[in-house]
């Protein structure tokens, strides 16, 4: 525990922006910008999308439609100098989730991806080569996001 918290990005600042991912509420999804307050570690990518950077490669999250069964199911876009991903494969639990859940998800499908867990085969092979790479790093951040709650509020 004592690593993380010294390897742990110290910024005091928050940033308040109107972002392009579509707002979602329980009776669907409303397209267009909402406001948010993101706090490190999460930053705004070049993608103008909430996000978090592991190495030199941003990753980032935003709503793209429900699911039959209630779920939002989540893009996510993964860029860095060695890596171009985008996919739709991220769902939200039964009854919606928040940006912040939904990076938190994609985080830890990578971090199990990387460690040859059951989703293993979850992204194609360039991803879970990087994600095998910077296992550490993933893993240093989803615990950041969960001991922040507030890293990334939609108002």
């Known amino acids: 525990m004592r690593k993380l918290q010294e390897r742990r990005p110290v910024l005091s600042e928050q940033c308040v922006i109107m972002a392009r991912s579509g707002s ?5 999804r409303t397209e267009g910008n909402v406001q948010m307050t993101i706090k490190s570690p999460c930053i705004i990518t ?15 999250v935003s709503y793209h439609d429900w699911s039959s069964d209630g779920r939002i199911i989540y893009r996510t876009e993964i860029h860095g100098p060695d890596i171009d991903h985008e996919d739709k494969e991220v769902m939200s ?19 199990d991806c990387a460690e040859g867990g059951i989703n293993a085969d979850l992204y194609p092979s360039h991803v879970r080569d990087w994600a095998q790479q ?21 108002n």
């Open 24 to 28: 979602q509420t329980n009776q669907g």
């Open 46 to 60: 070049s993608s103008l999308l909430p996000g978090i950077k592991i190495g030199d490669t941003e990753v980032s």
């Open 93 to 111: 639990r039964v009854g919606g989730g928040s940006l912040q859940s939904g990076l938190q998800n994609v985080l830890g499908f990578l971090y």
């Open 134 to 154: 910077h296992s550490d790093e993933i893993q240093m951040t989803l615990c950041v996001l969960e001991e922040t709650p507030d890293a990334i509020s939609e």
